[in-house]
C-alpha cells in the first residue's frame, strides 16, 4: 500500500513583527506535513516557504498534491523519491523539503533511530546557534538584545537607509559577537562603505551584504573584507550554485526551504567542504518541526542560524533545543520530534 499524505495548515506567530531589509511581518502560514505507513507509522515535516523564494502557502498546497502520486511505495527509497520531486517540481524547495523531512522521519522511526545517528554524527559537536535581532526602532532592538540574554551571538539584520544607527545601538546595548545580515540590501559601493565600520564593531561575520547576481561586486567586497568572513545565503539556493561562488565568497547558508532535501543538504555541505569554504545552516521562521531536521546535520558546520521556533511565541512541538546558545539534539527515533 503506498504511504498516505495529510496536510495541515497552521499560523506561527512572531515575538515581534519579524522584519529584514525586504519587509516585515508576524503571522507566518505554515504547512505540516504528515506520512502515514501501512503499519500506521507516521513521518512529520513541515514547509516554511519564502516569498523571495516564490513560495506561499498556497504553492506549497499545489505543489505536494502535485507530488502525491510520486510518493516511494518504499520510504527507505530516498534518493530516488527526491529526485523524482525535484524533477517534477524544480523549484517549491519549501514544499519538496516537507516531503524529504517526512520521509527522513518515517525511516528514523521504524529504525528506532534518530537521525543525527543514522547519519553517523556525534551530538556533542553542535554549534552555538546565533539569535536573529529584526530591523527596528532602536528601544526595540535594545528590548530584543536585552531578551536574548540567553544567547551568546547576535545576528543583526542590515541593508536599511539607517544601518549605522542600528549596529551602533546593538553594540552600544552588548559586548556579544554579532553577525550581520544585509539579505542582498546593499550594493558594492554601500558594502565596501561599511566594511571599516563592521570592523570597528567586532562583526565576526557578513552574510549575503549584494544582490546574488553581482558576483564581480561579491568578490571585490571578499578581498577588502580582509579576515572578515563573507557567506552567501540569496546566492546559493542547491550545491550546484557552489562551485562559482568559491571564488567570491568565504562560505554558505544552507536552508531546507531553499535547498529541498535533506540529502540535498549533505552535498552542499559535501561540496562546499570540497571547495574549502564555511558552512553555515539557517532557517526561516519555523515550528521546532521546521527547525530540528536541520539540527540534525549541525555536527558537520561551523555556524548555525537556527532561532526561527525561538522568535516565535506559539511553537506547537518540541525538538532540538537551544541551551546556553548550544544546540541540543533529541534522541528519540527519526526527527525527535513531539507534538505539544
Ligand atoms: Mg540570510
Known sequence: MPLKLF???????TRHPFAIAR?????????????????????????????????NYDTVVATLK????????????????ETR????????????AA????????????????????????????????????IDTP????????????????????????????????????DKPIRVDANAGWTAAKALQMLPLLKEFGVELLEQPLPPADLEGLARVRAAAGHLPVVVDESCLVARDIPRLAEAADGINIKLAKCGSLREALRM?????????????????????????AAHFTPLVDAADLDGAALTVDDPFVGATIEGGRIR????????????
Request: aromatic share 6%; net charge negative; glycine share 10%.
Open 66 to 81: 502535485k507530488l502525491e502520486p510520486y510518493l516511494p511505495e518504499d520510504p527507505f527509497d530516498l534518493e530516488s523519491a
Open 85 to 96: 520531486f525535484a524533477q517534477v517540481v524544480p523549484k517549491n524547495g519549501a514544499a519538496r
Open 7 to 13: 496536510l495541515e495548515a497552521c499560523t506561527l506567530t
Open 23 to 55: 519587509g516585515s511581518s508576524t503571522g507566518y502560514r505554515r504547512c505540516w506535513v504528515r506520512l502515514v505507513d501501512d503499519d500506521g507509522v507516521e513521518g512529520w515535516g513541515e514547509a516554511d516557504p519564502s516569498n523571495y523564494y516564490g513560495e
Open 139 to 174: 528601544d526595540k532592538m535594545r528590548e530584543k538584545v536585552h531578551e536574548a540574554a540567553a544567547y551568546p551571538i547576535l545576528k543583526i539584520k542590515l541593508g536599511t537607509d539607517r544601518d549605522e544607527e542600528l549596529l551602533r545601538t546593538i553594540r552600544d546595548a552588548t
Open 99 to 134: 516531503l524529504s523531512v517526512a520521509l527522513h522521519d518515517l525511516v528514523g522511526k521504524r529504525l528506532g533511530q534518530p537521525l543525527w545517528r543514522l547519519w553517523g554524527l556525534d551530538p556533542q559537536k553542535t554549534p552555538v546557534s546565533s539569535f536573529t535581532i529584526g
Open 269 to 293: 555541505i559535501a561540496t562546499a567542504r570540497a571547495l574549502g569554504m564555511l558552512v553555515m545552516v539557517g532557517c526561516m521562521i519555523e515550528s521546532s518541526l521546521g527547525i530540528t531536521p
Open 329 to 340: 539534539l533529541p534522541t528519540g527515533p527519526g526527527l525527535g520530534v513531539r507534538r505539544r
